[in-house]
């Protein structure tokens, strides 16, 4: 796939938010941030989320001297929308992304939602991908033998539910759901989506990282909801590749009272990814396990795939 950039340095030398054309016409938002020379790192972001750089979140690789992109999936940000993409197909605009940046080779994360596009990445550009780090990363929907929304969040049992009825029940929950997370100041975030929360991430989400947050998804609600329509259909249909495909080295990390992504989904993903080097906090939830260690998470993923 072909594609062209909104500016005329094709190198990793960007600054704040740009677009790259693709072949087709969408656009894909992107940004890259930290030094210009450092290891690359290719990030995927939540649901929602985009390609605002979260400084709470990434401020510790920068600082070892990563040097981070981030995009907004289709539907997000001023990422085009994509109805019917997958989280394979996805990866593909990625690989686009990266050959468009001049990237020889990269690591790839994930966070949450951005799991499954991680693993993706390596399978759809396995030549570049050195690495693949995971950080509270969903299984697939039809992982056999994981009951995928146990030990969840009543939101997320909700939106969950809805993703096996029809188009009009899935709008109409992800339309409620964002009207709760558009513009939320982290207090108001909070209480909207407590049963989420354990005790670590309510200190998480009241500290730097809530107004980053905040900045991330209001930002990638502002021109609608698709993005995330699109990515609770992807994430519950079949993802395109099979997990076990992966071949390079692989490193989780999931908190042991996850309620968004419960730990059961980072244990089935250990005992099916033969590449996997699993890590299970005690306390830590969806939110705490991310903030402030990107960094020294990327540096032990990187001593093994060096």
Same mark, same amino acid.
């Given at each position: 796939m072909e594609a062209q950039a909104t500016h005329e340095d094709g190198g990793l030398r960007s600054e704040g938010l740009e677009s790259l054309v693709l072949k087709d016409g969408r656009v894909l938002e992107f940004a890259v941030q930290g030094p210009e020379h450092g290891p690359v790192?290719?990030?995927?972001?939540?649901m929602p989320g985009s390609a605002v750089p979260m400084e709470s979140v990434f401020g510790s690789a920068t600082d070892r001297g990563y040097r981070i992109v981030t995009y907004s999936r289709p539907g997000y940000g001023t990422s085009t929308s994509a109805p019917g993409r997958t989280v394979l197909g996805t990866a593909e605009e990625c690989r686009v992304l990266m050959d468009h940046l001049g990237a020889e080779r990269y690591l790839v994360a994930g966070w949450s939602t951005g799991g499954p596009y991680a693993l993706a990445t390596a399978v759809a550009d396995s030549p570049r991908v050195s690495g693949v780090l995971l950080i509270a990363s969903f299984a697939p929907h039809d992982a056999e033998g994981l009951p995928f929304v146990e030990g969840m969040g009543v939101q997320n049992h909700v939106l969950f539910g809805a993703a096996s009825r029809g188009e009009q029940e899935q709008r109409s929950v992800v339309r409620q759901m964002a009207a709760v997370v558009?513009?939320?100041d982290p207090s108001n975030l909070a209480d909207g989506i407590a049963s989420l929360l354990p005790a670590a991430d309510v200190t998480a989400l009241t500290g730097p990282y809530g107004a980053d947050n905040a900045a991330h998804m209001s930002h990638a609600l502002a021109a609608g909801d698709d993005g995330w329509l699109?990515? =609770? $259909? @992807?994430?519950?249909?079949?993802?395109?590749?099979?997990? %076990?495909?992966?071949?390079?080295?692989?490193?989780?990390?999931?908190?042991?009272?996850?309620?968004?992504?419960?730990?059961?989904?980072?244990?089935?993903?250990?005992?099916?990814?033969?590449? =996997? $080097? @699993?890590?299970?906090?005690?306390?830590?939830?969806?939110? %705490?396990i991310a903030v402030g260690s990107l960094g020294d998470k990327l540096d032990r993923l990187r001593s093994r795939a060096a």
């Amino acid at each position: 796939m072909e594609a062209q950039a909104t500016h005329e340095d094709g190198g990793l030398r960007s600054e704040g938010l740009e677009s790259l054309v693709l072949k087709d016409g969408r656009v894909l938002e992107f940004a890259v941030q930290g030094p210009e020379h450092g290891p690359v790192v290719l990030f995927h972001h939540g649901m929602p989320g985009s390609a605002v750089p979260m400084e709470s979140v990434f401020g510790s690789a920068t600082d070892r001297g990563y040097r981070i992109v981030t995009y907004s999936r289709p539907g997000y940000g001023t990422s085009t929308s994509a109805p019917g993409r997958t989280v394979l197909g996805t990866a593909e605009e990625c690989r686009v992304l990266m050959d468009h940046l001049g990237a020889e080779r990269y690591l790839v994360a994930g966070w949450s939602t951005g799991g499954p596009y991680a693993l993706a990445t390596a399978v759809a550009d396995s030549p570049r991908v050195s690495g693949v780090l995971l950080i509270a990363s969903f299984a697939p929907h039809d992982a056999e033998g994981l009951p995928f929304v146990e030990g969840m969040g009543v939101q997320n049992h909700v939106l969950f539910g809805a993703a096996s009825r029809g188009e009009q029940e899935q709008r109409s929950v992800v339309r409620q759901m964002a009207a709760v997370v558009r513009d939320s100041d982290p207090s108001n975030l909070a209480d909207g989506i407590a049963s989420l929360l354990p005790a670590a991430d309510v200190t998480a989400l009241t500290g730097p990282y809530g107004a980053d947050n905040a900045a991330h998804m209001s930002h990638a609600l502002a021109a609608g909801d698709d993005g995330w329509l699109e990515d =609770l $259909r @992807a994430l519950t249909s079949p993802w395109g590749f099979d997990p %076990s495909a992966v071949t390079v080295p692989v490193e989780l990390w999931h908190g042991d009272v996850d309620r968004m992504v419960p730990v059961s989904h980072g244990r089935w993903l250990a005992g099916h990814l033969p590449t =996997l $080097r @699993a890590h299970f906090e005690n306390r830590h939830g969806h939110i %705490s396990i991310a903030v402030g260690s990107l960094g020294d998470k990327l540096d032990r993923l990187r001593s093994r795939a060096a």
